[in-house]
């Protein structure tokens, strides 16, 4: 048995090891920071130029948020493997956040295009360290002790989860309310702050993770010595195939927001774009090269990785349609979800968003405790930064809580001017504009009032300045307005005039993602006895059930959004259609989430099992790009038909795919030969 594995077993807290709560806290942190930024890019992108943002369509926003979903499932096949050969999971596991606190601070710096660009790509390549060594890291520590395994798997994604939790809800409010740098830069924060606690407490791992071990196999698999399989070394043939693929693969995935967004496109040639031709070709070199690999095995061996290709094909699915969460799903939050509360209504939230914010910080607050009773002498500079993290939590979460209760609310009335056009249906258009000081107001204008809510946290004294900035307007070239302003323009008009409203709050956009994450702490315990039962549906059975609570929650999107108009670019639907999406595609994730690699280590032989997760991992990142490529499509759709449709499209997609997984139970269950 591994000594220094042995010491990291001396040390216990609910009766697991201390070092294993070193690693729950430095994911809590790294996933705090990923699923914040998360949580802001691509509302970031779309919003008006008033409010900070950089106003871009929607098309071009979420292709790039396809793109950089797609990218992080491809650069951990490269980090894994440099750490397996080279580098050692704890050395890869700091050079990872190193990079990855680097992209998030250049990300802070959100004026300037260059920097966001840059700190995509860092946080891209720091993830393609980081994300593969952490989970192995963890297999390696507990190799000798495989029937707590379970249990420090399940410790560890609460982890993962109360950090996706946390950092949306700060990041997000934080980026929503006082400005996008706020939220990118708490991120990046937090991302350091997990990097010097885990390097402070390296050695609570003793030798594990130093050194990278050709002898260590660390990913189970089933025992696959019976099998007579004749060696399948890569034919030259086979390399020049990868090479081509993964090539034009990664260009196309590139040039897909490059074209939009830099009108720069490598496939048009002569004006005729053929992207569509080139990603086509590729998946066609892609499929041949997998067919022509897998028939060379012996057929058992042939049958187990055919399973797994057909399990791969249902998660592109899945995830195509389940990451509209970051993207439009959250422009249906913003621009189409009444998120305005007053009265009861804000104060009952306002209990409610206490509730849900402070007992899971206090939980983990008493996780922290009984860690600081272990390892605090031992391990003290690491703690007092753990300890600092938690009184930053603690006093952002006060100041969160002050905020919402204390945010008062006013109407203000200002001078407007209306002009009346034609377009090109020649029907008529009424366009308003705000009258400042600096404006000029054409012949022929209709002069009037409109109306705007102020939200601060301050109480408005008499002349403050009002920003006068519709925020469903994008492009309002907006000025600040004061009283004498006003009447200096035109007497006739009435001085601005604010009136104090009853208490009322805003829910920010972002708000609605963190449901993912208490849905999912609330139901894995009823999932996991599920799976434990008698009743533990067979692997396509999941993923059918996935897929159909998957197409549940977009029936209650469609069915909400049926009542705006097409092409409408605003709206205000209740809120509840958004808490039934995010309920169901949780628990659909659930169903999805235990089938994946999980069958892969089961399904195929040790010596591919490298080549079958990067065909699993290279899945995912077509799941996801496909993500960003269908949810560009809202725009248009919306145009042709309405929002409805749109979400319609995502409701019987997964219900097909659903079916299909069922139809194919008895021919996967024969190609499994067994294994469950």
Known sequence: MNTSTNDFFKTQVLGHPAGLFVLFFTEMWERFS?????????????SSLGIGGWDWPRENALALYGTYLALLYLTPIIGGTLADKYLGNRKAIIIGAVIMTLGHASMAIESNPLFLYMGLGLLVIGTGFFKPNMTSFISVLYKDFPEKKDGAYTIFYMGVNAGAFLGIMLCGYMGEILGWSWGFGLAGIFMLLGLLQFTLAQGIFGDVGKKPNSQDKSIETDDHKKIEDKLNPFTA???????IVAVTGLTWIINDPLSKIGDFNVFSIGGTDYSGYVILGTLILFVYLLGSRIVRYSPITRDKMIAVVIFAFFIIFFW??????????????????????SGNSAFIFNIVDVIITVVPIAIITWVLFLLFKQTFKKYLLSNIVLGFSFVIIWGLI???????????????????????????????????????????????????????????????IKNDKISILDLDKKGTNFKYLTTEQANAINNNISASIIQKKE??????????????????IAFAPLFSKWWESKYNPNPAAKYAIGLF????????????????????????VSIVWLIMAFLFHTLGELCVSPVGLSYVSKLVPPRM???MFGVWYLALAIGNKTSGKMGSMIDDITTKYDISTFFLIFTFVPIIIGVIALLLTPVLKKLMHGVK
């Open 34 to 46: 990923f699923y914040g930024m998360r949580a802001l890019l691509v509302l970031f992108l779309v």
């Open 237 to 243: 043939i086979d390399k020049l195939l990868i090479i």
């Open 320 to 341: 195509a349609s389940f990451e509209q969460a970051g993207g439009s799903m959250s422009i249906f939050a913003k621009d189409y979800t009444s998120r305005v509360l």
């Open 398 to 460: 006060i100041w969160k809580i002050n905020n919402n209760f204390n945010t008062y609310s006013y109407e203000a009335s200002y001078p407007i001017y209306q002009v009346i056009s034609q377009n090109d249906k020649r029907e008529e258009v009424k366009k308003e504009f705000p009258i400042t000081a600096e404006t000029i107001v054409p012949d022929g204008a209709i002069l009037n009032e409109g109306i705007t809510v102020i939200r601060s946290s301050s109480e408005f």
């Open 503 to 520: 208490s009322e709050i805003q829910i920010p956009a972002t708000w609605f993602l963190i449901l993912n994450s208490l849905f999912i």
């Open 549 to 572: 609570f998957l197409a549940m929650g977009f029936a209650f999107l469609a069915y909400g959004a049926s009542g705006i108009p097409q092409g409408a670019k605003t709206a205000s």
């Open 609 to 611: 099992i490298a080549f």
